[in-house]
């Protein structure tokens, strides 16, 4: 098993400009959860999906920020337009409903907004 | 309020020796899990171990066990036998509901950094 796999691992991009991250979550896994690390508000839950469906997007910054779970294999955060203080690293993390603990995290994206 | 909170930003310890890092947390549920991420300086999260509120033992994973006082609502992470590559960053996390699968709260983490 490949693990969640994230893409890219970096993004640097100007302010302004759209940005995409990607998450490929373990295959079979039914949740799949966006999070994103700062040194000032450490690790925030953003948004997860269960079974594709969008179930809590409570930590969703403002409308900038959009998620979506087209299949069960994909999803993709986007940042439109992206600001200097989105820079952080954005991690994904999937896991079974067949299971208590095995959530499993991405490498992450560091993104950098300049 | 703070879910979770883990006091120490930073801890030290010497090679070979235990170390225990400090978890607290605040739920109203009776049903709950924690759990203890490892974050090295490579930035990836690595799941160390589980503990789920009606577990009667305190969970164990190799070097690693879980201090659970449920009275105290304390969780603390006991790493025996230090390695340098124990040096990283540590996160507490909770999951409440402990029989349906929902979003992981972290603490703010405990830097820690193993001396030869």
């Known amino acids: 098993d490949a693990g969640v796999i994230q893409s890219p691992r970096h993004e640097v991009t100007e302010m302004g400009q759209e940005v995409t991250l990607r998450c490929k979550p373990i295959?079979?896994?039914?949740?799949l959860f966006w999070y994103r690390q700062t040194m000032m508000r450490g690790l925030e839950l953003l948004i997860y999906?269960?079974?594709?469906?969008?179930?809590?997007d409570s930590g969703m910054p403002e409308d900038r920020f959009s998620a979506k779970m087209p299949n069960a294999s994909f999803s993709t955060l986007k940042i439109q337009p992206s600001e200097p203080r989105d820079s952080a690293v954005y991690f994904c993390?999937?896991?079974?409903?067949?299971?208590?603990?095995?959530?499993?995290f991405g490498s992450g994206t560091r993104l950098t907004v300049v | 309020a703070q879910k979770i909170t883990q006091t120490q930003p930073g801890m030290f310890v010497q090679e070979k020796e235990a170390v225990t890092l400090d978890c607290t947390y605040d739920?109203?549920?009776?049903?709950?899990?924690l759990f203890w991420y490892k974050q090295p300086s490579s930035g990836e999260m690595i799941f160390l171990i589980y503990?789920?509120?009606?577990?009667?033992q305190n969970a164990t994973e190799g070097r690693y066990s879980l201090n659970f006082q449920k009275a105290r609502k304390s969780a603390n992470l006991v790493i025996s036998a230090s390695q340098l590559g124990d040096s990283a960053m540590y996160f507490c996390?909770?999951?409440?509901?402990?029989?349906?699968?929902?979003?992981?709260?972290f603490g703010q983490g405990t830097t820690l950094q193993v001396k030869p």
């Open positions: 739920t109203s549920d009776q049903s709950y899990g």
């Open positions: 503990q789920g509120s009606y577990d009667e």
């Open positions: 999906f269960n079974n594709n469906v969008p179930i809590d």
């Open positions: 996390a909770m999951r409440e509901r402990q029989s349906n699968t929902g979003k992981l709260i």
């Open positions: 993390a999937s896991k079974s409903q067949e299971t208590n603990y095995g959530y499993t």
């Open positions: 295959s079979g896994h039914d949740y």
